[in-house]
C-alpha cells in the first residue's frame, strides 16, 4: 500500500486532490482494456479503481451493470484481470486498487487472491459486499501479502462504523456520497458537506468520496472537501460509446484530463 | 426458544448466514434486528399477529389426511394445507409478520421481490391491510408466466416493476429490490419472501413461519399420539421447508426430506437443485450453498415453477445438509408435472407447481418409510396459478376437447 500512500501524501502536500478513476477490466475487450487503463494513467487519475466483473453486481447502476456484462462476455476472469494489471505496470506507476463483491474473490480462494493481486502489482482491494464485520479473514490475507484493504463509509453510517471503517482501512476511506447505486447524477447530494464533515469528526484517514460524480464542474466542488474524488460511470459509459476501437482510450484519456483539471489547486 | 436453534449474535448457522452487504444498509439491518427482537418480546404485538393469523389468514390451517394419494404412492401421507391460507400460500405469513414490524418502525413503504407472484401478493395483500405503499420487483419472464399474480397484485394496490436484467427471473428481481433498499433505506422496508438475504432475515423469516410445523406437530401428536417418521417440503430458497421443519428439529426420529427442483434434469445444467450440486458461495448478502460457475459468477437456474426457480438457497438449510440433520434429494419438471396431477386426482387438491415437487418425491421415499410411520408433507401453495404452464407443458391445450384420462 506504500505507493497508494505516498501518491496520497504527495498530493496532499501540494494542496492538490485526487482523482481516482474506475475503470472495468476486461471492458470492451482484456486486450483494450489495459490500453484503456494506461491511457486513463497518462492522462492524469492518480489512482485507478479496476473492477473485475461479477454476476450480480447489487451496488451498481446500470452503466456499470451493462459494463462487468460486457467484460464478463469478452471472458474476463479472476486471472484475466490480474494479468491486465500486471500489462498496466508495464508502463504505468499509479496505484491500483481492485474493486469487486466477495463471491469471485471467495471462489478464487482469499489467501490466494490477495497474494496474486499483490504480485501482479495491485496496491489495494475493494469488495463492496463485504463490510469490517465479516472481514476478518480477508483482512489477515491481505495483510499477509501486503495488499490494502479500504472499506466503504455511507451517509447512513453511525459514528461507531466511521471509526471502525477508519481504523481498518488501509490508504483511503470510500466514502460513498449518497444512498443509492453508483451511476451518474445530475446532482450533486446536498447534504454532502455535512456528511463529510461526520466523517472527518471520527477519522483522519484521507477520505475518497464516489457515487454520482461525472463532470468536472461536481469534481471540483468535491475536491473542496475530500482527499479524493472517484468518477466510474461516467468514464464507464466513455468507454460504452467508444466499442472495440482505440478510440476508447483517447475519449476516456479526453474526459480524465478535462476532471484532473478540477482536482488541481487552482 | 433452545439456543442450539438460533444463529450466532453475527447471524450465523455454522459457517453459513452472516451478513454481506454494501455498507448502506448495515445500520437498517441493525435497526431491523432492534424492532424485531423488541416485537418477538412484546405481548401486544404478539396478540395482534395471532389475532391476524386467526381471523385473516385462517390459521391454523387443517392437516389432512391423504388416504387416497397415500394409497397410489405406498405410504400413509398428511399434508398440512399451507394452500388453504389467505392469498393460497404460505408465503402470506412471513409478509404480514415483516409487515407489521415494517409499521412498528414508522417505514411508509414497502418493497418485495417475487418469482412465482405468490409472496408479492402476500406483500401487496399485507401492505393493503396495514396500510403500507408497495413496490414489487418481478422479472420479466416470471410476469410472462404467473401473469395472474401480477393482476392480483395490481388490484391490491401494488406496482409492479418489471425487471429486465439477467435471467429476467427471481435472481435478479431480488437485485433490483436491493437496490431499491439501498437507494431508498431510510423509508423503506424490504419484506425478504425466503429464508435468504443478509442476517437478521433468515431468521426473521424462519420466525414467521415455523408455524406451520409448531402446528403440524401439535395436529399429528394429537391424531396420532405420535410423531411422523418423515417431514417433507419442497426448497427453492427454502422458507416454507425451513417453516415445517424447525419444530422437529430436536426430534432425532424424525427424517426431514427437502426437495429441490432439478429442472430439465442436473446433469444438463438447467435446474435449481443448489444443495445436491452446488458449493458454498455468497450472494444476495449470505454465505450458503450457491450455484455457480469455476470463477464464482453466479449461474442461471431453471425450473418449470417461478417460486424454485432460484440459485441459492437460504443458510440455515446449508447448516442442516452439513450437519446432516436435513436431507435434500431433487425432482425434475417431468417428475413435478405427474405429481400435480396425482394430487389433483386422487385428492381433488391442485397444488402449486412448486409444492408438486415435494408430491413427486413420495413415491421414491415410500420404501423408506418405516411399517406403521407416516409422512407429513407441507402442502405450500395452491395451483391456481400454474393453470396455464402446466396446461402447455401437458399438452392439454383445447378447453372444449374434454381433458384427458
Redesign the interface.
Known amino acids: 500500500m506504500t505507493r497508494l500512500m505516498r501518491s496520497l501524501e504527495v498530493l496532499r502536500s501540494k494542496g492538490d486532490r485526487a482523482l481516482i478513476c474506475y475503470l472495468m477490466a476486461g471492458d470492451p475487450t482484456p486486450a483494450r482494456a489495459a490500453e484503456i487503463v494506461v491511457a486513463v494513467a497518462e492522462a492524469g487519475a492518480d489512482v485507478i479503481e479496476l473492477g473485475i466483473p461479477f454476476s450480480d453486481p447489487l451496488a451498481d447502476g446500470p452503466s456499470i451493470q451493462a459494463a462487468g456484462q460486457r467484460a464478463l462476455n469478452a471472458g474476463t476472469t479472476v486471472p484475466v484481470c490480474l494479468d491486465i494489471v500486471r500489462q498496466v505496470r508495464r508502463t504505468a506507476d499509479t496505484p491500483i486498487v481492485l474493486m469487486t463483491y466477495l463471491n469471485p474473490i471467495l471462489s478464487y480462494g482469499l489467501q490466494r487472491f490477495a497474494a496474486d493481486a499483490a504480485d501482479a502489482g495491485a496496491d489495494g482491494a475493494i469488495l463492496v459486499d463485504l463490510t469490517p464485520d465479516e472481514a476478518e479473514e480477508w483482512q489477515e490475507a491481505a495483510a499477509a501479502a501486503g495488499l490494502g484493504t479500504v472499506f466503504l463509509l455511507a451517509p447512513t453510517s453511525t459514528p461507531e462504523r466511521i471509526r471502525l471503517v477508519g481504523r481498518l482501512c488501509t490508504g483511503f476511506v470510500y466514502c460513498v456520497a449518497r444512498t443509492g447505486v453508483t451511476g451518474a447524477r445530475v446532482d450533486l447530494p446536498p447534504d454532502l458537506p455535512e456528511l463529510l464533515a461526520r466523517v472527518r469528526a471520527e477519522t483522519d484517514r484521507p477520505v475518497g468520496v464516489g457515487f454520482g460524480i461525472s463532470t468536472p464542474e461536481q469534481v471540483r466542488t468535491v475536491a473542496e472537501l475530500a482527499d479524493g474524488v472517484i468518477v466510474g460511470s461516467a468514464l464507464v459509459n466513455v468507454v460504452a460509446e467508444a466499442g472495440d476501437s482505440p478510440d476508447a482510450a483517447s475519449a476516456a484519456a479526453e474526459l480524465v484530463r478535462s476532471l484532473k483539471a478540477g482536482t488541481r489547486r487552482a | 426458544m433452545p439456543d442450539a436453534l438460533m444463529p450466532d449474535a ?1 447471524g450465523h448457522f455454522g459457517a453459513f448466514g ?11 439491518l441493525d435497526e431491523l434486528l432492534a424492532t424485531y427482537l423488541a416485537c418477538r418480546e412484546d405481548a401486544a404485538f404478539l396478540a395482534r399477529l395471532a389475532d391476524i393469523q386467526r381471523d385473516y389468514v385462517g390459521r391454523p390451517t387443517p392437516l389432512y389426511h391423504a388416504r387416497r394419494l397415500g394409497d397410489k404412492v405406498g405410504c400413509d401421507v398428511y399434508l398440512k394445507r399451507e394452500d388453504l391460507c389467505h392469498t393460497g400460500a404460505h408465503k402470506i405469513n412471513n409478509a404480514l409478520g415483516q409487515a407489521l414490524v415494517a409499521k412498528r418502525m414508522g417505514k411508509p413503504r414497502v418493497i418485495a421481490e417475487t418469482g412465482a407472484g405468490q409472496h408479492g401478493v402476500a406483500t401487496a395483500t399485507a401492505c393493503a391491510l396495514l396500510d403500507l405503499r408497495c413496490d414489487v420487483y418481478m422479472g420479466e419472464e416470471d410476469i410472462r408466466r404467473q401473469a395472474l399474480n401480477v393482476h392480483r397484485m395490481h388490484l391490491l394496490g401494488a406496482r409492479v416493476l418489471p425487471v429486465t ?2 435471467t429476467r427471473t427471481l ?1 435478479d428481481a431480488t ?1 433490483e429490490a ?2 431499491d433498499w ?5 423509508d423503506t422496508h424490504y419484506i425478504v419472501g425466503s429464508v435468504v438475504g443478509p442476517h437478521p432475515f433468515p431468521m426473521i423469516v424462519r420466525d414467521f413461519q415455523s408455524i406451520i410445523g409448531r402446528e403440524a406437530r401439535a395436529q399429528f401428536s394429537e391424531a396420532m399420539g405420535r410423531l411422523p417418521s418423515v417431514v417433507t417440503a419442497c426448497v427453492g430458497g427454502g422458507s416454507n421447508a425451513m417453516g415445517m421443519f424447525h419444530a422437529f428439529v430436536p426430534d432425532a426420529g424424525v427424517r426431514l426430506v427437502g426437495v429441490e427442483a432439478a429442472g430439465r434434469g442436473v446433469e444438463t445444467g438447467e435446474h435449481c437443485a443448489t444443495l445436491s450440486v452446488g458449493r458454498p ?5 449470505s454465505r450458503s450453498y ?1 450455484l ?1 460457475d ?5 449461474l442461471p437456474s431453471h425450473s418449470i415453477s417461478a417460486g424454485l426457480d432460484y440459485p441459492g438457497v437460504g443458510p440455515e438449510h446449508s447448516h442442516m445438509k452439513e450437519t446432516g440433520r436435513a436431507e435434500y434429494v431433487s425432482v425434475t419438471d417431468d417428475e413435478a408435472l405427474v405429481g400435480f396431477q396425482m394430487l389433483s386426482r386422487t385428492e381433488g387438491i391442485i397444488p402449486a407447481l412448486e409444492s408438486s415437487h415435494a408430491i413427486a418425491n413420495l413415491a421414491a421415499l415410500a420404501p423408506t418409510v418405516p411399517s406403521g410411520g407416516s409422512v407429513l408433507l407441507c402442502l405450500s401453495g395452491r395451483g391456481d396459478k400454474d393453470m396455464e404452464t402446466a396446461v402447455s407443458a401437458l399438452g392439454l391445450g383445447n378447453a372444449l376437447n374434454g381433458g384427458q384420462r
Open positions: 453475527r452472516g451478513r454481506y452487504v454494501p455498507e448502506t444498509l448495515v445500520p437498517a436484467s439477467g435472481k437485485n436491493m437496490r439501498v437507494a431508498n433505506v431510510r458461495g455468497v450472494l444476495h448478502g450457491l455457480q469455476g470463477d464464482g459468477q453466479v
